[in-house]
């Protein structure tokens, strides 16, 4: 299986800090953002990751990992070279992926504990976790481990459930890319993927323990170095 994080975006939220540099090289707590998805990647026994940034400040991913060989890992890079969306940015990964079934981290997400990555073999697979305020995110309407729909942002949620920022897929998810068009806001999304694997039958969810949060905004930065000070994961 190989490993992608996807750490592109403007980072316009987080301006000027993102003026300089890629949101994901901001620091959460103790270190640069990205490091949490990476790490967490290297621990599932991905030891092959690709990094897809934005242009503009691709090169410091570069300065700050190289090519992976000191973390005992090989790391690629690819350039998103326009916002269009998780999906657009995941297109760009199919040689890299080579055949293989791919585990996609979004490079701002942070896990207290790491999402279960073992036994998958076909089909997809989300990670979810029980929020007080769903309409905020994806909310995945389950059965078991089931997912009968995945609604994004809905009026009134089918479950209190979120998609969190962590995804594994078989080797078909770039042929179902192709078959996506963009939204309304111009960008090709995840969700249409997701739902042509929940239309397949073929899409399971496991729980996230523990904490999860993304860093995507200045309050959430601040959150999400709070929870790592007061976690485990500030000793790592």
């Known amino acids: ?3 992608i994080i996807l750490a592109g975006g403007t980072g316009s939220r987080l301006a000027p800090m993102t003026k300089v540099t890629n949101k994901h090289l901001l620091p959460v707590y103790h270190q640069p953002m990205v490091m949490y998805p990476l790490q967490m ?13 934005g242009k503009g400040h691709a090169g410091h991913f570069l300065e700050l990992l190289g090519s992976g060989n000191s973390l005992g890992i090989r790391l690629s890079y690819a350039v998103q070279e326009k916002a269009g969306g998780i999906s657009e940015a995941l297109s760009l990964t199919e ?6 079934s791919v585990a996609v981290a ?41 997912v009968v729909s995945i609604e994004e942002k809905p009026r009134t949620p089918k479950s209190q ?16 890319i192709r078959k996506t068009s963009p ?7 995840i969700t249409d993927v997701n ?22 905004t200045i309050e959430s930065l601040y959150r999400a170095s709070t929870l790592v000070k007061n976690s485990h994961l500030h000793e790592i």
């Open 161 to 176: 459930y979120a998609v969190s920022g962590f995804y594994m897929y078989d080797t078909t998810v770039f042929d179902k």
């Open 41 to 53: 990647l290297m621990r599932g026994g991905i030891k092959d990751i690709m990094i897809v940034s």
């Open 106 to 146: 979004l490079g701002d997400n942070i896990f207290e504990h790491d999402p279960d990555m073992s036994d998958f073999s076909s089909g997809a697979r989300i990670f979810v976790k029980e929020v007080s305020d769903p309409e905020r995110f994806g909310v995945a309407d389950l059965n078991g481990d089931k």
């Open 95 to 100: 040689d890299f992926a080579d055949e293989e």
């Open 1 to 3: 299986m190989k490993g």
């Open 183 to 189: 939204s309304e806001r111009g960008e090709l999304e």
């Open 195 to 216: 739902n042509m694997y929940i239309s397949d039958g073929k899409m399971e969810a496991r729980t996230v323990e523990g904490f999860w949060t993304d860093a995507g």
